[in-house]
């Protein structure tokens, strides 16, 4: 359930994951900012990252998912036909495992595989894709002992967390420092469509509260998409964040 009143502000889970020295010390982090939305069961699955070491791509690198059902899935080699895992590397954004089955057409094997993940207590499920480039494809899946509804309205959150996590990740595992270079220059008028789709307001509602036409707005975002090298609005708002363009 989430519970506002230990509520952990996204722009301290930056500064936080900034400081971290390991990925253990991230990955508890990660814990404690999705574990306010209900979500105490986390696993970290990275299919290529060519950025990272050999030994950091493949599954369960970093997990609070029960040991008897990671040693299960390794074991019954799960990953070449587990739903989830294939729809991680194929989507751009957050989706819910209930909503992936009901979009689609599961063999019995996948479906009896969806209900044997339920009875570990593996609940609520979420899948969160992680494109940090084009040639990096990974996944952070989220699920709760309990069963309850109550983190699914905050998918953007989940992916602003879980993206902001590997970020700090991979600049702690990287095989290169990457060259350090300067923000991105965001003119005042981006500076403002991107507050408001912090906030979470559409294309459209943000052309009303601006006074300009959604095409307007749309160019704006792609032109911050472009300068933030952002795939799609969350990254955007996190480096955004990152980079002190905006504030929550």
């Known amino acids: 359930m989430f519970d506002t009143s230990t509520r952990y502000i996204f722009e301290d889970f930056i500064t936080d994951t900034s400081r971290a020295r390991s990925g253990d010390e991230l990955f ?42 990671v040693k299960y899935y390794m074991e019954t080699q799960c990953a070449s036909f587990d739903p989830v895992m294939k729809a991680g590397a194929t989507h751009a954004n957050a989706f ?19 209900r044997l993940a339920e009875e570990a207590g593996l609940n609520n ?45 991979k600049r702690l595992n990287a095989r290169t420092v990457p060259e350090q270079t300067e923000p991105a220059h965001l003119s005042p008028r981006e500076r403002e469509v991107l507050s408001w789709m912090a906030s979470g307001k559409t294309d459209d509602e943000i052309g009303m509260i601006l006074s300009i036409s959604r095409n307007t707005v749309d160019s704006h975002v792609r032109h911050i998409f472009l300068k933030l090298n952002a795939c799609n609005r969350v990254t955007a708002v996190v480096a955004g964040l990152m980079h002190g363009h905006i504030y929550l």
């Open 28 to 69: 508890d982090l990660l814990r404690k900012g999705v574990g306010q939305y209900g979500y105490d069961r986390l696993v970290l699955t990275i299919h290529r990252d060519d950025d990272l070491p050999e030994s950091l791509n493949g599954y369960a690198l970093l997990y609070s998912y029960p040991e008897d059902w």
């Open 96 to 114: 819910t495992w209930d909503g992936l089955e009901k979009r689609s057409v599961y063999t019995p094997k996948q479906t009896r595989f969806m």
């Open 125 to 169: 499920g979420v899948g969160i894709p992680i494109r940090s480039r084009a040639s990096a494809i990974a996944g952070i899946g989220l699920a709760s002992t309990e069963r309850c509804d109550a983190a699914h309205p905050h998918l953007d959150m989940l992916s602003a967390f879980c993206t902001q996590f590997y970020a700090a990740f």
